[in-house]
């Protein structure tokens, strides 16, 4: 490494520990803002991660008046089914009806013929996806003799439309604190900039280059972000640690980050306030030393 480079990082480093002191209020705001990114994202995805092993079903009922040997053979050669569960007889129908809806003397009355016989397939684990379900429904009410098929289809619609709006809800709030903390850091080093101007102006006056400039500050830009994203980062497990037995003991959801999560949102925070920084200081060299 050059002594040019190795000046350049150490500036960088000294004006980041300047930055702890004079820009206290710029980098406690950018902490809880990492802070609320991880509480919010992450609770999304285990919410996300829920709906998608909740819409995987492993039962589908096939209804029939009658469940010949030939029908039963025809469901259980599909390469879907793992097995043939249970077969309920319209009497076993009405009284599982009545259980389900716990309006036993409802049903009670009306004659066995208004019910109809229903078997429960297990569905193999790889095929538990809604479209293998939905193929597999077309190809068992093709048999002759079947009613009809369902496997909860409009459970599983409503957790498909939940899933779109919390993915949609994730990436909207990933670009708005995204943009939040470049502008934090953008005015945290504009202002440091405007504090060192002179310091600034002397260097191009002595014939710096643009890259002498601006390096340090880039350099202090991510030495922000990585100080900041390790404070949210125990925050947030202060702060996991508290709410997760509430979490868990409402719903059991997962509330676990990976360490990928942690190593891709460390690089992404590094990328944006580097951009910011270099952003920040090309704009004030342009504009405030021309």
């Given at each position: 490494?050059?002594?040019n ?8 480093i ?32 285990a ?6 092993n909740?819409?995987?079903f ?5 209804y ?12 259980s ?8 569960e249970?077969i ?7 009284e599982?009806m009545?259980?389900?809806a ?13 019910f ?24 068992l ?95 947030f497990?202060l ?12 719903v059991?959801i997962p ?15 590094l ?20």
């Open positions: 490494m050059s002594s480079s190795r000046y350049m990082i150490m500036r960088g000294s004006l980041f520990i300047k930055y702890l002191s004079e820009n206290t209020l710029a980098i406690l705001a950018l902490t809880a803002l990492f802070a609320a990114f991880h509480l919010i994202f992450l609770s999304g995805g919410l996300n991660s829920y709906t998608k909740a819409s995987r492993d039962v589908m009922r096939v029939a008046r009658d469940f010949s040997p030939l029908i039963l053979e025809q469901l050669s599909a390469e879907e089914v793992e097995n043939i249970k309920y007889s319209p009497a076993e129908t009405r599982y009545a259980l389900s716990s309006f036993t003397d409802s049903f009670e009355p009306l004659p066995i013929e208004f109809p016989s229903f078997a429960e397939l297990k569905i193999k684990a790889e095929y538990r996806s809604y479209n293998s379900l939905k193929n597999l429904a077309n190809e009410s093709a048999i002759n003799g079947v009613d009809s098929v369902s496997f909860g289809e409009k459970w599983i619609e409503g957790f498909a439309r939940l899933r779109f709006s919390v993915e949609a809800l994730l990436a909207l709030c990933s670009a708005i604190f995204a943009a939040a903390g470049g502008i934090i850091i953008y005015q945290t080093i504009t202002v440091s900039l405007f504090r060192y101007r002179r310091e600034v102006r002397i260097y191009a006056v002595v014939g710096g280059t643009r890259t002498f400039i601006i390096v340090p500050f880039v350099v202090a830009a991510a030495c922000i972000s990585l100080i900041c994203f390790a404070f949210s980062t125990l925050a497990y702060l996991a640690k508290l709410i997760r037995p509430v979490v868990v003991q409402m059991d509330f676990s980050p990976t360490p990928c999560y942690w190593c891709i949102f460390a690089l992404l925070s990328i944006i306030s580097m951009f910011a920084g270099f952003i920040s200081s090309r704009h004030f060299l342009n504009h405030r030393l021309s």
